[in-house]
């Protein structure tokens, strides 16, 4: 059953936006695509979270469609800020799905317009950190350098980390960085639990789906080995309930390399479960 619910906007409790953006991907393209296959596979999915004892159909969702599809980052940014901005401007709870990890700036942009106490949780297998890629800044593989600057390097907190290049390794000094060979999933958690400073922030949480490991997630741009497995990324985004989270991304789900469709599948799950855990309904 389709978990979207047409509703007028100033009805809506969740807007979900599609940003179609893969000009900047550097191995498979085809996340442009990706908005739209996990709206596809949440047809295939019940309304109602076993673990989470909830029914999404209790919450009043918008889904606004997506923006234009554009090959320059500097256009997918403007429009993307544009209506987001617009949207958060009355307190609206925003989800944007990807598209390739470079949607996520416009809307941290946003967000930390809006709150000035911002910090980023992301989960991803990249750091993401370069300074620039093939000569741009606005790349998928400069995300959280261009994120860091506009909120600051000591609130971003990365997870899930497994590639980096060495430049990337000497910018994460300044960030909160965890990688996966030192921090397994469990390990995580106790981070989060005992980190007092989110506690007292809002939170946005930026979600790249090659976090997981490929053979959970094969559908997606560059995928990396040795990753979280799905149980245990959910067990890391149901703690995150406790916090003050205002909006997230899901990203990098590219229907493209993903025949069997678990990747879109896991995607909506994803979608499903991030929204029944931080709308507060």
Do not use: W
Not at 16 to 39: C, E, N, Q
Not at 131 to 156: D, T
Not at 162 to 177: C, D, G, I, L, P
Not at 181 to 190: A, E, M, V
């Amino acid at each position: 059953m389709a978990i979207y619910y047409a509703k007028a906007g100033e009805e809506a409790d969740v807007f979900i936006l599609g940003i179609p953006f893969d000009s900047t991907t550097s191995f498979k393209p085809g996340a442009r695509f990706g908005p739209d296959a996990i709206r596809q596979a949440t047809e295939g999915m019940e309304t109602y979270s076993i673990v989470l004892e909830k029914d999404i159909s209790n919450i009043k969702i918008c889904d606004v469609g997506n923006i234009s599809y554009y090959s320059n980052p500097k256009f997918m940014i403007e429009e993307t800020y544009r209506k987001i901005k617009n949207i958060i401007k009355n307190d609206k709870f925003v989800i944007g799905l990807g598209g390739e990890h470079t949607v996520t700036y416009p809307l941290v942009k946003a967000y930390k317009e809006k709150y000035k106490n911002l910090a980023v949780i992301q989960f991803d297998a990249h750091a993401d950190l370069r300074e620039n890629y093939e000569f741009e800044k606005f790349s998928h593989a400069c995300v959280m350098n261009l994120i860091g600057k506009e909120i600051g390097f000591k609130n971003l907190y990365q997870f899930g980390i497994r590639s980096v290049e060495s430049e990337e390794y000497e910018a994460a000094k300044n960030t909160n960085f965890y990688p996966l060979h030192k921090y397994n999933s469990k390990d995580i958690i106790k981070i989060l639990n005992k980190t007092k400073e989110l506690k007292n922030k809002e939170i946005y949480v930026t979600i790249d789906i090659d976090v997981l490991d490929p053979s959970c997630a094969p559908g997606t741009g560059t995928p990396e080995p040795s990753g979280l497995t799905t149980r245990e990324f959910f067990e890391i985004l149901y703690n995150l309930r406790k916090f003050n989270v205002v909006g997230f991304d899901l990203v990098e789900v590219n229907p493209m390399v993903d025949m069997s469709g678990i990747t879109a599948i896991t995607g909506a799950k994803i979608l499903r479960e991030g929204i029944l855990c931080f709308v507060k309904k």
